[in-house]
């Protein structure tokens, strides 16, 4: 039986090998999507949490992410991007490659061989770094003024970049997954989204599976199959990750903190936190501390 997949729609011909995009606003789309076309997003201002597969992290200025066809994913804009009295604002660049269009011509041809072999081993999405980002930086942000042939060669130039894999790094732990239905993509996205926004507060899986419309044992089965996590480590890794940032953008104490991202338990929250980043709360801020002081002094 056919399944249909959640979709978004590239605003594209469908002869155009590659589209540039710029998405300006308060925040980013929020809502989980995917498509068949490999998308490149540089994150020019804004920050939140990337959801990709079965990868959940940061995003902030001046990163770089490349997905492959039909990645579930959303950039998830922190919750001060949503009110209305803030002047905080998102700005990305986007290409998306529609290899399609070069299948029954171009990838046939003896120079394109390497590159079509690239694209069938490549899944997943990567954080691109190091001197590929800088020089695909370089070329994105006058990509929107150049047309045709000239649109064309960059475009491959940026691909021919992308190929050195020293500075591609893979986020997610599997890469197999199964396409999403319309329903089952919309559910996830409505459950995401109220565990991003809620979980500074108490949330039990009662809460959760009512969001979802299923029973607490159906949605524990949806959940990790589509995501990988239970509900739990899901909503720890979350809380986590906006610890990191309070740790990072406050003076607020580590306890506070700590209450302030929906840990009851102080004790917890340490172990938690140095399970998932290999240090504790005082030992990550003191090195932000002497990073931010090594900087100044040059």
Known sequence: MSRKIISFQIPKSNKEFVRFQVDSGKYFYEKLHQHPQWQLTWIKEGKGQLMVGDYLGRFDPGDMFLFTSN???????????????SSVRSLGYSLYFDFEVLKSNLLEVEEFKVLQQWILQTKGCYAVKGKTLNNIIGKLTDFGKIEGLEKFLIATQILWELQFNKDLKLLNKTTSHKDYTESEG??????????????????????????AHLSKEAFCRFFKERTGKTFT??????????????????????????????????????????????????????????????KSGN
């Open 233 to 294: 480590e899901f909503l720890t890794q979350v809380r986590i990750h906006q610890a990191c940032q309070l740790l990072q953008d406050s003076d607020l104490s580590i306890s506070q903190i700590a209450f302030q991202c929906g840990f009851q338990n102080l004790s917890y929250f340490n172990r938690a936190f140095k399970k998932l980043q290999g240090i504790t709360p005082k030992a990550y801020r003191g090195r932000l501390f002497l990073t931010f002081s090594t």
């Open 186 to 211: 919309k559910r996830l996205g409505k459950v995401m989204a109220f565990i991003l926004s809620q979980s500074q507060n108490p949330l039990s899986l009662k809460e959760v599976s009512e969001v």
């Open 71 to 85: 990645m579930p994913h959303v950039f998830r804009s922190d919750a001060e991007y949503f009110e209305p009295s």
